[in-house]
């Protein structure tokens, strides 16, 4: 089983909608991360958070939010989707002593 | 100023040549940094870290760091064309309130058979 899973893996959604990408990880990393990637642009981090009590924004959070369920559980909310938001997400996790990033397969999300 | 820069590329070599992939960072205090590999419409997966000035080696694969220069680079001999992907360099950024890894854009690599 893959040690990091995103669903959905791939998603069209109209403009307006709210969405949510989910990450589950069983690494047992407490630090866990969403990217999104857009050509030419490479990874931009979104949110990421320490632990399930700590959430910090990345340099692209306006337009998203986050929710830590649990330390093995992170989504995203797009609460009303656009266009701009079209782009390959990851998930990532990480520990804090040697911050390696492990990635989710990426879910792909269209904005119609 | 982008925190972490690359060529775009593409670089392509023939098969069995040295690819050679630079990024530099702008953040002196950075303490590690890490390179990743990403097939096209794949995820990243990491190939190297390097910690500490000098030379690390794995295999076809070498990380050159120069702190001072504040530039890492990427060294793969015998290219082969399974190594044709995107070349993503990383590094940590810390500070009192944050501690975080800062992609770069990456380089696309072409080996040419």
């Known amino acids: 089983d893959a040690d990091v899973t995103q669903t959905p893996r791939n998603r069209i959604t109209k403009t307006g909608k709210r969405i949510m990408l989910e990450c589950s990880q069983t690494?047992?990393?407490?630090?866990m991360y969403w990217y999104r990637q857009d050509p030419g642009l490479g990874l931009r981090l979104i949110y990421y958070?320490?632990?399930?009590?700590?959430?910090n924004k990345g340099e692209i959070s306006d337009g998203y939010s986050v929710s830590r369920q649990a330390q093995a559980k992170f989504s995203l909310s797009l609460e009303s989707a656009i266009p701009n938001q079209t782009a390959l997400y990851f998930c990532?996790?990480?520990?804090?002593?040697?911050?390696?990033?492990?990635f989710g397969p990426g879910t792909r999300l269209t904005v119609l | 100023q982008k925190e972490v820069e690359q060529n775009s590329g593409p670089l392509s070599v023939p098969e069995g040549a040295i690819a050679s992939l630079n990024c530099t960072y702008s953040?002196?205090?950075?303490?590690?940094f890490f390179w990743y590999r990403q097939y096209s419409g794949k995820s990243p997966e990491l190939i190297m870290f390097?910690?500490?000035?000098g030379d690390k080696e794995d295999g076809r694969f070498t990380a050159q760091l120069n702190k001072a220069s504040q530039y890492v680079s990427l060294l793969i001999r015998d290219s082969q064309p399974s190594d044709s992907a995107t070349y993503l360099c990383?590094?940590?950024?810390?500070?009192?309130?944050?501690?975080?890894?800062?992609f770069g854009p990456g380089t696309s690599l072409s080996v040419i058979p």
């Open positions: 958070s320490f632990d399930v009590k700590d959430i």
């Open positions: 390097i910690y500490s000035n």
């Open positions: 990532a996790t990480s520990d804090y002593r040697k911050m390696e990033q492990f």
């Open positions: 953040d002196r205090g950075s303490q590690s």
């Open positions: 690494k047992g990393h407490d630090r």
């Open positions: 990383a590094v940590r950024v810390s500070g009192t309130s944050y501690d975080k890894v800062i």
